[in-house]
């Protein structure tokens, strides 16, 4: 080591000290909020203090960081780069608080989300002598908000194919009597034909399954084609969109229900609402082209 860094690391060290011995924020900050990354600088970005918090959430564990890092490392380089931090630290030296959101990065280099907040740190003689980050990992709540979107989206979209469905599936040719009931919803497929809707739903969860693995491994399946002959079979016996989500439904809450973390519990979700809707969309070709043909076919006669 150098007489350079040792110099630093006893600058550092003696900082440490100093703010331990004459300011309270250890006390003030770091008894709880496990939840929350906090991590005390200097004004020289210099990391002096580090709780569980931040371990949990950046990766990190004490030794690491503590009097080694700057806090500039766990900001995105560009952010850096913009002049967002410095404008950051003026504006704290002004007000003495800040909150923004910003990307942060973790030990293994990948991004997050986060609310940050910067407090300023004085001594017992009230000058300022550095500052406390607290961050709050938005990655939940970001994905949360994004699934509910989502859901929104999809709900519409099915609303819209439910209502087209219905339609077509009354426009192609009579079906008997019995057959009719089902297709209004009085008997399900479930119900009518137990047999195929298991089948039917064996499959769908198999699909899933499928359908994650082609996003991690970047492998192909004809995921398409499968859900367009399910859509024939479904549109055979006359199936309509409370059947389509049955199906959804039912193979979801097995998957779901095998699945080990709840990151793949919300993978499955993710794809099945994919699915269905893309299942959806065949069953209503299938009925299109049925009603079509039964158009053609009552004008030649």
């Known amino acids: 080591m150098n007489k350079k860094n040792t110099f630093k690391n006893d600058l550092i060290h003696d900082r440490i000290k100093y703010l ?4 309270d924020f250890v006390s003030a900050v770091f008894d709880s909020l496990i939840g929350y990354a906090i991590i005390a600088s200097d004004f020289d970005g210099n990391i002096i203090a580090y709780n569980e918090g931040a371990h949990q959430i950046y990766g990190y564990a004490p030794d690491e960081v503590i009097g080694k890092k700057n806090i500039e490392s766990f900001f995105p380089a560009e952010f850096i780069a ?23 990065i973790r030990k293994d280099g990948s991004m997050f989300p986060a609310r940050v907040l910067f407090t300023l740190t004085t001594d017992k003689n009230g000058r300022n002598v550095g500052f406390v980050e607290i961050v709050e990992d ?10 509910t979107q989502q859901a929104r ?38 119900d009518g034909f137990p047999d195929t809707f298991r089948k039917l ?11 994650l693995e082609q996003q991690a491994y970047r492998v192909k399946h004809d995921i398409s084609g499968r859900l367009s002959t399910m859509a024939e079979t479904l549109g055979f016996h006359r199936a309509g969109p ?4 049955d199906i959804h439904t039912t193979a979801l809450k097995k998957k779901s ?45």
């Not at 913009?82 to 990307?103: I, P, T, Y």
């Not at 938005?138 to 699934?147: H, V």
């Open 20 to 23: 331990r011995e004459n300011t």
């Open 82 to 104: 913009k002049g967002r931090f410095q404008m950051v630290v003026s504006e704290l030296l002004e007000k003495g608080r800040v909150a923004c959101e910003a990307e942060k």
């Open 138 to 147: 938005l990655t939940e709540r970001k994905l949360a908000e994004e699934l």
């Open 153 to 190: 989206e999809n709900a519409a979209r099915v609303e819209r194919l439910e209502t087209e469905l219905r339609s077509l599936a009354g426009l192609s040719s009579p079906p008997p009597t019995g057959v009719t009931a089902r297709m209004y919803g009085v008997v399900s497929l479930q």
């Open 201 to 211: 739903t064996e499959n769908y969860a198999e699909l899933m399954e499928l359908a």
């Open 242 to 245: 409370r059947d389509v989500v």
């Open 257 to 301: 229900r095998a699945a080990p973390t709840i990151e793949k519990k919300k993978a499955y979700s993710g794809e099945g609402w994919i699915m269905v809707l893309e299942l959806m969309g065949y069953l209503a070709s299938f009925y299109r082209n049925r009603a079509q043909g039964a158009g053609q076919k009552t004008e030649k006669t």
